[in-house]
C-alpha cells in the first residue's frame, strides 16, 4: 500500500476549479514530449488547452451526500489538435457533479503536436491509463469500480470509442499499480463523435491527419482507428448523440457506428436531433431539443445503475 501512495501522485489546484489533479504516469511519462503545457482563453468557447505535456485527470466531486458512487470521465474534443476544456470539459463535469457522479476530465497529449513515433498511440495510451487510474482509486473514492464510464465530444468522442474498442485488460503481475487494472469502460458515452476514418467522405479528415498524418489511409492504424470495423461484442453499452445539421462531422459517424453496435448486439442508444450543429456542448446556449441532451444522457445513465 505504502508503494501505492508513493506511485499516484495527487496535486491540489484551484485554477481550474477542480479539488485535485492525478497523474498519470507518476513512474515518467513515455514517449515523452517537449512542450509545456498551454491553457488559451477563447472569447467564444472559453478555455482551451492548446498543448500537453503532462497528462492528468482534473477530479470534480459531488457533494458527499449525493454521491452515486459512480464515476465518469469526460474526454474534450478539438481536432486532435486543442482540447475544448469548458466547452466539453468543465460544463459537462459541473452537470454531472451535480447528480452525484465523480468526473475527471481527461488532460491527454494532443497527437497534432506529437513526433511520427508517438502521435498515433499517446492519446489512446493516456485515455486507457485514465481509466486503469480511476479504477485503482476507486476504494478511496467511494467509487465502484464497475461503474466507470467514459464520454468523449468530436475528436474526444473518436477517443472515447477508441478506449472502448480497445481496452487492456488487467496485468496481475505488472510493477505499475494502474496497469493491475482493466482500461475497459462500462459504459460509453460519444457526443458528435468521429468515428469514420476510411475514404468514404464521411470521416473527418482533419482528426484523421493529427492522429495518422497527411497519408492516414495508407497508415498501418487506419482500420484500427475506423471504429465501425472494431465494433466488438463486448464493447460497452453505448450512448450517442449528434445533430443533423452538423457540417463538421457528419451524423454518419454516429449512425455507421450504431449499426455496428446493433450488429454486435451491444446495448445502444443512439439521438439525432434536428438542428444542433457541431460543437452544442452541453446545450445551454442551443435551442430546440438539443438544448435537453444531456437529461437523455442522465437518464440513459440510470438504466443502467449510473444515478438513482
Known sequence: MRGLLVLLTIVTITSMNAQSVIELYPEGIPCANAWADEMEDRPANGKMLTKVHTPLLHHYAPVK?????????VIPGGGYVVEAWDLE????ANRFTNAGLQVFILQHRLPRWETDE?????????????????RLMADSLGIDPAKIAVMGF???????????VHPLPADSTS????????SRP????????????D????????SAVSLMGEDYLRHKLRSYYN???????????????HASDDQAVPPENALRYYRALVANKVPASLHIYANGGHGFGSGKDSSGPVRNWLDRALDWLESLGFVE
Open 65 to 73: 451526500r449525493m454521491a452515486s458512487g459512480s464515476a465518469l470521465m
Open 89 to 92: 470539459g468543465v460544463d459537462i
Open 118 to 134: 508517438c502521435k498515433s498511440h499517446v492519446a489512446l495510451d493516456d485515455a486507457r491509463r485514465g481509466v486503469q487510474t480511476i
Open 154 to 164: 468530436s475528436a474526444g468522442g473518436h477517443l472515447s470509442g477508441s478506449a472502448a
Open 175 to 182: 510493477s505499475l499499480p494502474a496497469a493491475r487494472y482493466s
Open 186 to 197: 462500462d459504459a460509453s458515452m460519444m457526443i458528435y463523435p468521429v468515428t469514420i476514418m
Open 199 to 206: 475514404d468514404s467522405g464521411y470521416g473527418h479528415s482533419g
Open 227 to 241: 471504429l465501425p470495423e472494431q465494433v466488438h461484442p463486448d464493447v460497452p453499452p453505448t450512448f450517442l448523440a
